[in-house]
């Protein structure tokens, strides 16, 4: 009997579910996140900060007037699982999507673009940076190639001149990250060809997992090369694993990460290998001195209130930083009278100049031709107990001849 | 459990009968309803979410059916099968964009079919690679030898080489209109529904076709014993192997379909878990049924996208709810495949059996 009554209840659950549509007063946004999958270390925070900052924008007036309902979902970092969650966001109607990995977001490229379809990715590929390729694929933040052009740049600018080969010979440089991610191995080209452009000699990858715990055999393959610079491509959790090694094994490299790799929890996992660690950041980190940081801990401690705020991470105002760019561009299009995927897009992204999210992030610009929101990166490094800023690297500044040609890297 | 009672009152006079594909007129229109519900009924109703998880089903099935093929009817236990899906999908990928194909068949949209059959053959030949140590090996020591796949095909052989080709690394992009069959570019859920059940219902036909000649009873005879087996005079091995190339060859269509479905193909679109997911698929389905891999995969598929849309309406009380759900599919996973072994260990393919031989048999089933 008991089990009749639970089939009939799960039967009218699902068709309730089945015929779940969007009222007209709302505007549906889906969220794609990773809390369980192979980048959870790193998603987990960034969809605690999503819906914070979405109820921020609902207790702000939604789009004006309108409530914001966010569908979130973990797809456990599943491309496969990431193409049917799309397909049920349609289904709910939602007018733009809040997506994370690189491997699926570029895989739905062409559908999003198909389908006209704002997807703000947490992946910030260079490869989808240029509209003529991927229109419908936005981010706010500076692209992973960028990132990583900026921070070798600046190690290159600080680091290597105090060097006691400096003059002697040509720097070394290696790359470490998982080469079957698309994520990890999204600035590869633009990283190899930023040392090449610096003069470095550029030595063997080494495959490192993103759930790496061990990585003594790649550190051990890496000190036949002598690197003095290794850029790690995983997530914190991975790369606190290779830089422990590394300072076990006396590598006697530094490290310039990509910014999945480099939060507040690195010099936690790390310890002292963390030191002098750098990377280019695209937020302030969680509990920075920023306009909207108030608001931003405010939330955090309102939903959320399980998490210990020394747990929460720069990863929460990425989330943000994506939210409240899409909020903005939807604003904007709905009150251009055109709350459509072209018309957040047109009327909403490609609109922006120089807006500044509050978040101590680049004041972020798209044109119809670059989706790229900055050519200037700041790059911080760990040092003594705290992040400090090394440089802000200007890539447009320096190489305004190359900078138009590495779009869509 | 293969036998099925026929309706009351039906008996055959001769083998020829006896083999039949579709031994009465009911059954024949059951077929015929069967393919009117796949090729129009579903095709005007679903909306596109509906079809894309169909053809979820669909590439589940495909990949199920070498599964069961090599653990179902030879004994073959293997847990790296989403590496064949994967040499399949990259053969045909990398044929499609690399391959100098002469301009008539590309005029003619036959670059991709072709790739298809030539993707099945090399994940065929590539799944016999791996299915050499069965020749030695059995058990736990096979199951091992099988995940070796895995991780050389797409962690090494993929990832650190094919995946380079083109200079990108890792992802390779599908442009739109890329994939096309004759002049139909499939570039719509409806368009890969189609070439999905056709593909579907080919192999499974053709499965059960091998099923019933020599080579199925071979198979049956050396995972029911396969000492007694050699000692009536089959080559153990050699059947051992086709086994292996057959169950590659599907794989490799497989995974030559799904690319259909995808913009970009990397790596991380085969996962080792879909391997282990693919078993999971044939053990709630049941072991040693065709129609065990078609149900497994609907059962999977669905029964997780039912439970999807059960949660949604509780989470406009519980948002934290949709989030979970990973957590929930996870164990609705776990616990299906436990309570499957403990209350149905011959999966819902007997379940199927006991009930269409009830009506067969109705009103004498005694």
Not at chain 2, 28 to 49: C, E, H, Q, R, T
Request: proline share 5%.
């Amino acid at each position: 009997m008991k089990a009749k009554v639970l089939v009939v209840v799960f039967a009218i659950m699902v068709a309730v579910g089945v015929c779940s549509m969007a009222s007209a007063a709302e505007v549906v946004v889906g969220a794609l996140n990773d809390m369980t999958g192979a980048t959870s270390d790193v998603g987990k925070d960034y969809a605690l900060g999503v819906a914070e900052a979405i109820n921020y924008c609902n207790d702000n007036g939604g789009v004006n007037g309108k409530p914001i309902k966010l569908i979130q979902f973990d797809y456990g970092y599943r491309v496969p699982e990431a193409l049917t969650k799309y397909k049920l966001f349609q289904r709910m109607k939602a007018v733009a999507i809040e997506g994370w990995g690189t491997g699926d977001t570029e895989a739905l490229a062409p559908t999003v673009t198909a389908d006209k379809m704002p997807y703000v990715s947490a992946s910030y590929s260079g490869h989808l940076a240029d509209p003529k390729k991927t229109p419908y694929n936005l981010f706010a933040a500076t692209d992973y190639s960028t990132n990583a052009r900026a921070t070798l740049t600046a190690w290159f600018d600080k680091r290597w001149p105090k060097h006691a080969d400096f003059g002697k010979r040509k720097p070394r440089f290696a790359c470490s990250y998982q080469a079957s991610s698309p994520y990890a191995s999204a600035p590869i080209k633009a990283i190899k060809d930023q040392a090449t452009l610096l003069g470095f000699d550029i030595g063997p990858d080494q495959d490192v997992s993103l759930v790496a715990i061990d990585t003594k055999s790649q550190i051990l393959a890496m000190k036949d090369f002598k690197p003095d610079v290794v850029w790690h491509g995983n997530t914190t959790m991975s790369v606190s694993a290779t830089l422990r090694d590394a300072y076990a094994l006396g590598l006697g490299a530094d490290h310039i990460i990509n910014l999945w790799g480099f939060d507040e929890n690195l010099p936690r996992l790390a310890e002292k290998a963390a030191e002098g660690a750098m990377a280019a950041t695209v937020n302030a980190f969680y509990g920075e001195n920023t306009p909207m940081m108030p608001k931003v801990v405010e939330y955090a401690k309102k939903f959320n209130p399980g998490v210990p705020q020394e747990k929460r991470l720069s990863r929460t105002i990425q989330g943000w930083s994506n939210v409240l760019a899409l909020w903005e561009a939807m604003k904007r299009a709905d009150k251009a009278g055109d709350l459509t995927g072209e018309g957040i897009l047109k009327k909403g992204f490609e609109t922006m100049q120089e807006f500044d999210l509050g978040l101590g992030g680049a004041k972020l610009t798209y044109t119809s031709t670059d989706h790229r929101v900055s050519g200037k990166v700041p790059v911080y490094e760990y040092k003594d107990g705290k992040f400090q800023l090394v440089q802000v690297t200007d890539l447009k500044g320096r190489w305004p001849d190359k900078w138009q040609s590495w779009l869509g890297w | 459990m293969s036998t099925t009672f026929l309706p009351c009152g039906e008996y055959h006079q001769n083998y020829r009968k006896d083999h039949a594909w579709w031994q009465t007129k009911f059954i024949k229109g059951k077929m015929v309803l069967m393919m009117l519900v796949l090729f129009i009924g579903i095709p005007s109703v679903a909306d596109p979410y509906w079809l894309s998880v169909c053809n979820q089903i669909g590439y589940t099935a495909l990949g199920a059916l070498g599964v069961q093929l090599l653990i179902g009817f030879c004994g073959q236990v293997t847990l790296g099968h989403a590496a064949f899906l994967a040499v399949g999908a990259y053969t045909s990928t990398l044929m499609i964009l690399e391959f100098p194909w002469p301009k008539v068949l590309m005029d003619l949209g036959l670059a991709y079919p072709i790739s298809i059959f030539i993707a099945a053959i090399v994940a065929g030949i590539w799944c016999v690679l791996f299915g050499l140590p069965s020749a030695k090996v059995k058990g736990f020591y096979l199951i091992l030898t099988t995940m070796a796949a895995q991780f050389i095909t797409v962690d090494f052989v993929i990832t650190q080489y094919i995946s380079q080709i083109g200079g990108r690394g890792q992802a390779f992009s599908l442009p739109p209109g890329t994939i096309k069959i004759g002049p139909w570019v499939i570039d719509s859920d409806l368009k890969v529904y189609f070439m999905m059940i056709v593909l579907v219902i080919l192999l499974t036909a053709a499965v059960v076709n091998l099923l019933r000649s020599r080579v199925g009873r071979a198979w049956v005879a050396i995972r029911d014993n396969d000492i007694s087996a050699e000692v009536m005079g089959i080559n153990v091995v050699q059947y051992k192997l086709f086994a292996f190339f057959v169950a590659g060859f599907i794989g490799g269509v497989a995974g030559a379909f799904w690319i259909s479905n995808l913009a970009a193909i990397s790596p991380e679109h085969f996962p080792w878990f879909w391997s282990l997911w693919l078993v999971g698929v044939i053990l709630i389905g049941g072991v040693g049924s065709v129609h065990g891999t078609i149900f497994g995969s609907i059962f999977m598929v669905v029964v997780m996208e039912l439970l999807q849309m059960a949660v949604i309406p509780l989470a406009a009380s519980y948002p934290k709810l949709l989030m979970d759900f990973l957590f929930i599919k996870e164990a609705a996973f776990g616990l299906a495949i436990c309570a499957f072994m403990i209350f149905e260990p011959n999966g819902l393919a007997y379940r199927w059996w006991q009930t269409k031989n009830y009506f067969n048999l109705w009103p004498f089933s005694y």
